[in-house]
């Protein structure tokens, strides 16, 4: 059972767009909910991550809009660049042993 | 420095052969994890280990086995090596909630 959903599979931005993902989550224990970045040939690495207690984290060009009661949070990217082009996991956790659940990945390609 | 580094990054080997794969992290983290990365980038949990125990063994066929010597080190040991086990192998770890660090990844190739 996927614990994280995640949406689209694949995005198709044109350069200075605006790139949204969304994921979706059951379980209300998830309490740090981080999104994840991947170029080809790379592991994935943490570009920015929010807790349930606020409803916006923005990190430059990077924000997270978290929707607690509906157990919905997303990944804006402004002005989106071409070097933004990879792999964008949303991930939640909780709890000893620290699980971290992942949505199933959407590939970005930000066209020039 | 590199914070978790895998060892070997390619490996190709043939149906039915015994390999394993190195990690080490220098970043102090109390939890080690192994993830598979198949062709359609899904990220899968494999094992998870806090300091040299074993806490999260999802469901992985039994030719694969963790081992721990450290809570620097976790390694992953594969016999039999089947087709199906062709994907990327990434190495993370982490300390308390925080951040999940990954290694760059060791791409298997079963032939």
């Known amino acids: 059972q996927q614990q994280v959903k995640q949406s689209p599979q694949s995005l198709i931005v044109q350069k200075g767009g605006i790139s949204i993902i969304n994921c979706a989550y059951e379980?209300?224990?998830?309490?740090?909910f981080p999104w994840y970045q991947q170029f080809p040939g790379k592991g994935p690495a943490l570009l920015i991550a929010?807790?349930?207690?606020?409803s916006e984290k923005k990190e430059g060009r990077f924000t997270i809009s978290f929707n607690k009661s509906a157990k919905q949070f997303s990944l804006h990217i402004m002005d989106s660049q071409p070097g933004d082009s990879a792999t964008y996991f949303c991930?939640?956790?909780?709890?000893?042993?620290?699980?971290?659940?992942f949505g199933t990945g959407t590939s970005l390609t930000v066209i020039p | 420095d590199t914070a978790v580094s895998q060892t070997p990054k390619y490996l190709v080997t043939q149906m039915g052969n015994d390999k394993s794969i190195k990690c080490e992290q220098n970043?102090?983290?109390?939890?080690m994890y192994w993830y598979k990365q198949d062709s359609k980038k899904f990220l899968k949990i494999m094992f998870s280990?806090?300091?040299?125990?074993?806490?999260i063994n999802e469901t992985v066929p039994n030719r694969f086995s963790p081992k721990s010597p450290d809570k620097a080190h976790l390694n992953l040991h594969i016999n039999s090596l089947e087709l199906g086990d062709s994907a990327v192998y990434f190495c993370?770890?982490?300390?308390?909630?925080?951040?999940?660090?990954f290694g760059p990844g060791t791409r298997l190739l079963v032939l």
């Open positions: 379980n209300t224990a998830f309490d740090y």
């Open positions: 991930a939640a956790t909780r709890g000893f042993g620290n699980q971290f659940y």
């Open positions: 929010i807790r349930p207690d606020v």
């Open positions: 993370a770890s982490t300390q308390g909630k925080e951040t999940q660090y």
């Open positions: 280990y806090n300091n040299k125990e074993l806490i």
């Open positions: 970043l102090g983290h109390d939890t």
